[in-house]
């Protein structure tokens, strides 16, 4: 069965990707498909000039069927797995379609638009590239590359280095016993989709609130986890994934911004002593987290960090 991969777009000078042990290939005319995505500002790449426009779904991609099943999607197979990971580090819903229902042209519910958060994660992965023939497409040595005789290029293999790792990592027994499954793998990709700012902070909390029920440190039971207030368990995240020992001004602004949690949740806005830049923050917060779970080193691209520790009243760890 031939699937087709919507709103996929590849790293540079790359025709196709190996992912779990398949190859994602560009489909022909790749740049005529990838002009008629989302795009917020004019680009020029490799790969041909695209304009900003509001875009719609889009196919850039092939791949032959995948029978492993679904680790998250139940009667599924893994290339929707592989879909959930492009998604949440491309910064596009990524899915595919079989020929069947590609063929059929039916209308496509999902949406088109570039994701406004998730630029964490997807820097968080290692940028690596490596020199090629450009007329054998092989990869070469460094001392080839001073051959005046070679015609050779860069291209980009850091993006498909990093999903594999962390494809094997998530479908590792250890990694699934410990987050059970991993499902605010899940939670995250609803969290990094374009909506309003409010229900991006209630999604994101969360998946604070998830993590830390299924790591239960305490072995407590449901019923007492339920009664653990959010602070509380922020508190002891923040300490096992980013080693930050918080004082009393730093639980008093955790406090607050629980409180404007509980006042969205509860009320339908956040409370007036909490800023959006705060509940920005701690978006970015959220991308940090996932990314340590996923063994990722997080990019500070953003100033998350220090941006962080200026809410929590601490002064920046030098390295």
């Not at 020029?44 to 791949?63: K, Y």
């Not at 910064?91 to 630029?119: C, E, K, M, S, W």
């Not at 008093?252 to 409370?271: D, M, Q, W, Y």
Request: glycine share 6%; with cysteine; charged share 25%.
């Amino acid at each position: 069965m031939i699937y087709y991969i919507y709103n996929l777009e590849f790293p540079q000078n790359r025709d196709e990707i190996l992912v779990g042990g398949y190859k994602v290939q560009k489909l022909p005319n790749y740049n005529d498909h990838r002009k008629k995505l989302m795009w917020l500002t004019n680009v020029s790449d490799m790969d041909g000039e695209v304009h900003r426009n509001t875009g719609i779904n889009e196919p850039t991609a092939i791949v032959h069927g995948i029978g492993l099943k679904s680790k998250y999607f139940k009667g599924k197979t893994l290339l929707e797995d592989i879909c959930l990971l492009l998604t949440i580090f491309t910064g596009r819903n990524v899915f595919a379609l079989d020929q069947n229902t590609y063929f059929r042209q039916l209308p496509i519910l999902a949406d088109p638009r570039l994701h406004h958060y998730g630029g964490v994660l997807h820097c968080s992965l290692r940028y690596q590239e490596e020199a090629y023939n450009e007329e054998t497409l092989e990869a070469i040595t460094e001392a080839e590359r001073n051959n005046d005789n070679l015609l050779w290029n860069v291209r980009e293999i850091g993006f498909e280095t990093e999903i594999n790792k962390i494809l094997r990592l998530i479908y590792s027994k250890r990694w699934r016993k410990k987050y059970k499954g991993g499902y605010f793998i899940l939670l995250m990709r609803q969290a990094l989709k374009r909506m309003d700012l409010e229900p991006t902070f209630q999604l994101c909390w969360t998946i604070w609130e998830h993590i830390y029920a299924v790591l239960n440190p305490k072995g407590l039971t449901q019923d007492k986890l339920e009664k653990v207030a959010g602070k509380d368990k922020i508190s002891y995240l923040l300490k096992e994934y980013f080693n930050i020992n918080l004082r009393s001004e730093s639980h008093r602004e955790l406090t607050r911004i629980n409180k404007a949690r509980n006042s969205l949740v509860h009320f339908g806005r956040i409370t007036n002593n909490t800023n959006y830049k705060e509940i920005d923050l701690f978006i970015r917060m959220t991308e940090f987290l996932v990314a340590k779970t996923l063994k990722l080193n997080p990019s500070n691209v953003f100033n998350t960090n220090e941006k962080m520790y200026d809410f929590l009243r601490l002064r920046v760890q030098s390295n």
